[in-house]
């Protein structure tokens, strides 16, 4: 679902994706749920941006995590 968001430039759901997440099993609920992160964490990557918050961690590559 996230992914169908993410690859939408106007953040369009088709009916046809809504229906395959349905039928995964995830409730109206559920899916709502996940728009609604989804939306914050638009909202967030926005405002850091335009505020140009400050990193205040260190940065981690692949290779450390490995």
Same mark, same amino acid.
């Given at each position: 679902?996230?992914?169908?968001?993410?690859?939408?430039?106007?953040?369009?759901?088709?009916?046809?994706?809504?229906?395959?997440?349905? =039928?995964?099993?995830?409730?109206?609920?559920?899916?709502? =749920? &996940? &728009?609604?992160?989804?939306?914050?964490?638009?909202?967030?990557?926005?405002?850091?941006?335009?505020?140009?918050?400050?990193?205040?961690?260190?940065?981690?590559?692949?290779?450390? &995590?490995?």
């Amino acid at each position: 679902m996230t992914k169908v968001m993410a690859n939408s430039p106007e953040g369009q759901i088709s009916e046809s994706d809504l229906k395959s997440v349905r =039928e995964a099993g995830l409730s109206d609920g559920e899916i709502s =749920e &996940i &728009i609604a992160h989804v939306a914050l964490n638009v909202f967030t990557n926005y405002f850091n941006i335009a505020t140009e918050v400050d990193i205040d961690f260190p940065k981690v590559s692949h290779s450390e &995590i490995a």
